[in-house]
């Protein structure tokens, strides 16, 4: 597992940072993080979607106690929020782990898959769409993209539209003319680039966005100094096509290693 605990805590950085920029900017949204031992919980009682309702870091100090599982669970419960996404790192289980989680009232669900490139290389990019890098003045158009293709609730959007001004992070989109068609963010970690939010409407796939903001993404982590980036999408299963997984991995990315994802037991 070398070089992949970078990966866990370059993102919860960047979650860190867009949740200082939300939070100034939207005071009255609910959106805490709070620490659980070595967890850091993310709940939002004003958005359902588990990529605001989710535990990170979990073991990253030692080995997950049932003591601490269930008092994250009580966290949750005492919100009101019934579902959330308590990330598990496969170097941090040890053969106790999945007993205690069962006991704590988890259960299994399907993971993440991380992946890992340099920044060297580019993808072939095939798109007449054009990319560019913006900033506030398409804030508005980037969250609507986003948040329709990750399912947030239109109120969410002021939230996500944040992001583009979020410490570390640069928004790139793809756009037809000056009708936009896609999104995508970086953020910049030292010498590690995390990306996130890749989008594409439904009105311009198939019109090669995705990769061109891909390699737009991996070109501002190059020229930022960075010498990894990494990224992730949900596990390949079958009767899924994983339109996104394969796109990833024809981008140059390998995969680093799946990510288990546990949820309260129903």
Same mark, same amino acid.
């Given at each position: 597992?070398?070089?992949?605990?970078?990966?866990?805590?370059?993102?919860?950085?960047a979650l860190?940072?867009?949740?200082?920029?939300?939070s100034a900017?939207?005071?009255?949204?609910?959106?805490?993080?709070?620490? =659980?031992?070595? $967890?850091?919980?993310? !709940?939002?009682? /004003?958005?359902?979607?588990? #990529?605001?309702?989710? @535990?990170?870091?979990? %073991?990253?100090?030692?080995?997950?106690?049932?003591?601490?599982?269930?008092?994250?669970?009580?966290?949750?419960?005492?919100?009101?929020?019934?579902?959330?996404?308590?990330?598990?790192?496969?170097?941090?289980?040890?053969?106790?782990?999945?007993?205690?989680?069962?006991?704590?009232?988890?259960?299994?669900?399907?993971?993440?898959?991380?992946?890992?490139?340099?920044?060297?290389?580019?993808?072939?990019?095939?798109?007449?769409?054009?990319?560019?890098?913006?900033?506030?003045?398409?804030?508005?158009?980037?969250?609507? =993209?986003?948040? $329709?293709?990750?399912? !947030?609730?239109? /109120?969410?959007?002021?939230? #996500?539209?944040?992001? @583009?001004?979020?410490? %570390?992070?640069?928004?790139?989109?793809?756009?037809?003319?000056?009708?936009?068609?896609?999104?995508?963010?970086?953020?910049?970690?030292?010498?590690?680039?995390?990306?996130?939010?890749?989008?594409?409407?439904?009105?311009?796939?198939?019109?090669?966005?995705?990769?061109?903001?891909?390699?737009?993404?991996?070109?501002?982590?190059?020229?930022?100094?960075?010498?990894?980036?990494?990224?992730?999408?949900?596990?390949?299963?079958?009767?899924?096509?994983?339109?996104?997984?394969?796109?990833?991995?024809?981008?140059?990315?390998?995969?680093?290693?799946?990510?288990?994802?546990?949820?309260?037991?129903?």
């Amino acid at each position: 597992m070398a070089n992949t605990f970078e990966s866990e805590s370059s993102e919860l950085n960047a979650l860190e940072s867009w949740h200082r920029a939300a939070s100034a900017a939207l005071p009255g949204f609910d959106w805490q993080l709070k620490r =659980i031992g070595d $967890a850091v919980c993310s !709940l939002s009682s /004003s958005e359902p979607s588990i #990529l605001f309702n989710r @535990v990170l870091e979990l %073991g990253s100090a030692g080995e997950p106690e049932l003591e601490q599982l269930i008092r994250i669970r009580e966290f949750y419960t005492a919100a009101g929020i019934a579902r959330f996404f308590l990330h598990v790192a496969p170097w941090r289980k040890s053969e106790n782990t999945e007993e205690r989680l069962a006991q704590a009232g988890y259960e299994k669900y399907r993971g993440w898959m991380k992946f890992k490139r340099g920044t060297g290389e580019l993808p072939e990019v095939r798109s007449d769409l054009e990319v560019r890098r913006v900033g506030p003045e398409r804030a508005s158009d980037f969250a609507a =993209i986003a948040g $329709a293709a990750f399912d !947030l609730q239109a /109120s969410s959007q002021p939230v #996500l539209a944040a992001i @583009v001004e979020a410490t %570390g992070y640069q928004a790139f989109m793809s756009f037809d003319g000056c009708q936009a068609a896609g999104s995508g963010v970086v953020f910049i970690d030292h010498d590690v680039a995390v990306l996130d939010w890749g989008a594409t409407h439904p009105d311009f796939r198939r019109r090669g966005g995705q990769t061109a903001v891909l390699a737009a993404r991996i070109r501002a982590a190059e020229e930022a100094g960075c010498e990894r980036v990494y990224t992730m999408t949900g596990e390949a299963v079958p009767g899924d096509p994983q339109h996104l997984y394969s796109n990833i991995q024809k981008a140059g990315f390998s995969e680093a290693y799946l990510r288990e994802n546990w949820i309260p037991t129903r």
